[in-house]
């Protein structure tokens, strides 16, 4: 059974510093891209950021970008998000997602399993 | 970036009822697009892939079509267990975004 399961979430006073990891279990974690997604109380999902299956590639969104890193170790069957210089509105709960693709003459990509989520709080 | 608007934002029916959601996109992503569908508290989950492509394990009363910058999701007869919010998420490009969400409640 795929399983990601989040954590490292809490309450952190703005400027400060949290890192999220995600454990993922039930399947080859080093042959799938992820991203992180967050939601903010009573909001819609944001995209936060991405990364390939080898590391290689990530990309974020223009309002975490410099600030947020993302990486991976698929040694450890882990994906992680390095979170500096929080803001308030970066309060949300932060989920990861697994990213699968079907071919159809191009990758068609879709999020196909999410962990249960972490929140974070940022607030003085 | 490619931005999304859903149509409506709130909607109220049925058990019963023919839902339609509509999303649309500021450019044409052909059909990398998905669907999802969110419960309070919960993650959430996929139900369409590729614009018309059901999720394995999704019921067949969802449905999706669309292509380049208009889509639907189509619930055809609602159940007790489909009210939740929906949200598109376009997928052509390597910022993922997501539409703002369609609410649907209980009449």
Known sequence: ?124 | DIQLTQSPSFLSASVGDRVTITCRASQGISSYLAWYQQKPGKAPKLLIYAASTLQSGVPSRFSGSGSGTEFTLTISSLQPEDFATYYCQQLNSYVFTFGPGTKVDIK
Do not use: H
Not at chain 1, 18 to 23: D, V
Not at chain 1, 36 to 50: F, H, I, N, T
């Open chain 1, 1 to 124: 059974e795929v399983q990601l399961v989040e954590s490292g979430g809490g309450l952190v006073q703005p400027g400060g510093s949290l890192r999220l990891s995600c454990a993922a279990s039930g399947f080859t974690f080093s042959s799938y891209e992820m991203n992180w997604v967050r939601q903010a109380p009573g909001k819609g999902l944001e995209w936060v950021s991405y990364i390939s299956s080898s590391g290689s590639t990530i990309y974020y969104a223009d309002s975490v970008k410099g600030r947020f890193t993302i990486s991976r170790d698929n040694a450890k069957n882990s994906l992680y998000l390095q979170m500096n210089s929080l803001r308030a509105e970066d309060t949300a709960v932060y989920y990861c997602a697994r990213v699968s693709f079907m071919w159809r003459g191009d990758r068609y990509y879709y999020f196909d399993y999410w962990g249960q989520g972490t929140l974070v709080t940022v607030s003085s």
